[in-house]
T-cell receptor
Framework: SQQGEEDPQALSIQEGENATMNCSYKTSINNLQWYRQNSGRGLVHLILIRSNEREKHSGRLRVTLDTSKKSSSLLITASRAADTASYFCATDTGTYKYIFGTGTRLKVLA | SQTIHQWPATLVQPVGSPLSLECTVEGTSNPNLYWYRQAAGRGLQLLFYSVGIGQISSEVPQNLSASRPQDRQFILSSKKLLLSDSGFYLC???????????????FGAGSRLTVL
């Protein structure tokens, strides 16, 4: 399979809590990107972390990358109902291809 | 400004009928273009990508084909649809993102195909 894996597949939390989702991939990468998809819509880019970086922050988003384990995590702090969406990681291997994980469906309860 | 358009948004087709989905990008030249398919509740599967006119790379052998007749136009086609072709089809291009310092994907709104 060309896809990476994400876990959990689904996550339900209360507003104000933190949400953590994980991504594993299979090949060497130039960078790893996280995207968000609202139901029935196209994906929107959130944040990118390069292969030589270990952690990156953007607003309420924190991404980590462990290239030795071929894994990444996305943390959303102080979640809001509007964060309800599916979240996907995608790897850029430098070959023009972007390979997506299976996604995590996040539901934030108000 | 740079925008991506994808149509039709929704279509219902009988098995064995042809398919044509169209994607165009405005405000740029020589974009890298992509077609992805998303089955219900699943991840994205890369179908085709193109780094220039007439250059199409296929990732998954299947009932579909892609063409790039113009620089900013990417078309996904099938001569005879199968039930398994149902899904959400997404076109994307990869502009340079200054904040990231790398190319990232910008997606169209998607085309939902139901084959009956």
């Amino acid at each position: 399979s060309q896809q990476g894996e994400e876990d959990p597949q689904a996550l339900s939390i209360q507003e104000g809590e933190n949400a953590t989702m994980n991504c594993s991939y299979k090949t060497s990468i130039n960078n790893l990107q996280w995207y968000r998809q609202n139901s029935g819509r196209g994906l929107v880019h959130l944040i990118l972390i390069r292969s030589n970086e270990r952690e990156k922050h953007s607003g309420r988003l924190r991404v980590t990358l462990d290239t030795s384990k071929k894994s990444s995590s996305l943390l959303i702090t102080a979640s809001r109902a509007a964060d309800t969406a599916s979240y996907f990681c995608a790897t850029d291997t430098g070959t023009y291809k972007y390979i997506f994980g299976t996604g995590t469906r996040l539901k934030v309860l108000a | 400004s740079q925008t991506i358009h994808q149509w039709p948004a929704t279509l219902v087709q009988p098995v064995g009928s042809p398919l044509s989905l169209e994607c165009t990008v405005e405000g740029t030249s020589n974009p890298n273009l992509y077609w992805y398919r998303q089955a219900a509740g699943r991840g994205l599967q890369l179908l085709f990508y193109s780094v220039g006119i007439g250059q199409i790379s296929s990732e998954v052998p299947q009932n579909l084909s892609a063409s790039r007749p113009q620089d900013r136009q990417f078309i996904l086609s099938s001569k005879k649809l199968l039930l398994s072709d149902s899904g959400f089809y997404l076109c994307a291009w990869s502009p340079w993102d200054r904040d990231s310092g790398a190319n990232v994907l910008t997606f169209g709104a998607g085309s939902r195909l139901t084959v009956l």
